[in-house]
């Protein structure tokens, strides 16, 4: 988890670490590292009857946290480079000794050739960083290779759920999937996008975003 180890292959735009930590989360990063996984215990780990969910960009973990609790029988997998709530989130998996979640501490691509074909029911992605200037759209995690690999390696009739309350984004991530034809958009009517699925909690971005008004989408496509 340490800087040079992600400047591998992928550059990261922002900050992988913020303010410094708190004494917990310190403590958390190093009682936590059980949850931690490398890229080659991978496809083990996904050898399992479990459902395996894939939230990307956790943030503080509310969604993956109250989900895991609630699904006790799926593995969750979180992926996020962000260190600060990383440390917030393996806080939290401790509080509640969570034994159905594994956690990447970092860039989400770097896994995904490691998931056998067909393992993933479910991924979640809540509020992905926007990058809404035309120069930065090269940034933004949904890109035609992404897509690419997700549908390859999520099982048939699996779902991906996109939110997000930036309007270039909804239009960027509905033009992005249109184009791939192994994913259908679930939505039959406006509320379909308009409000947050049962499956779903609310996250810190959502929380954000009704509070400077702004309109959430959540998008949820099915892989055929
Ligand atoms: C805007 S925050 C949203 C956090 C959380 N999902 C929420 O709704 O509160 C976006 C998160 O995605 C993470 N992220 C950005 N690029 C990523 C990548 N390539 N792989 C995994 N996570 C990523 C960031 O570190 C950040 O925590």
Not at 43 to 54: A, F, G, M, Q
Not at 63 to 72: C, E, G, K, P, V
Not at 93 to 119: A, E, G, M, T
Not at 133 to 138: L, T
């Amino acid at each position: 988890m340490n800087e040079n180890e992600t400047r591998n292959s992928y550059i990261f735009y922002g900050r992988r670490k913020g303010r410094s930590l708190s004494k917990s989360c310190q403590l958390a990063l190093i009682e936590g590292v059980k949850y931690l996984i490398k890229k080659e215990e991978l496809s083990n780990i996904v050898n399992t009857e479990k459902r395996i969910i894939l939230e990307i960009g956790f943030g503080d973990g509310k969604n993956l946290i109250n989900s895991a609790r609630i699904n006790t029988n799926a593995l969750y997998i979180g992926a996020d480079p962000f260190l600060n709530t990383t440390a917030r989130c393996l806080h939290k998996l401790l509080k509640y000794n969570l034994n159905n979640v594994v956690i990447w501490p970092d860039d989400v691509r770097k896994i995904l050739k490691y998931f056998p074909r067909k393992s993933i029911s479910e991924i979640k992605i809540l509020f992905p960083d926007p990058w809404p200037k035309k120069k930065h759209q090269n940034r933004r995690l949904i890109q035609d290779e992404f897509l690419k690999t997700i549908g390859s390696i999520m099982k048939n009739e699996g779902t991906i759920t996109i939110a997000t309350d930036e309007d270039r984004l909804k239009r960027w991530i509905l033009e992005k999937f249109q184009k791939y034809k192994n994913f259908e958009w679930e939505a039959k009517c406006s509320k379909d996008w308009q409000s947050r699925p049962i499956d779903c909690y609310e996250t810190k971005y959502e929380f954000k975003s009704i509070i400077q008004k702004r309109n959430p989408s959540w998008f949820v496509f099915k892989k055929k």
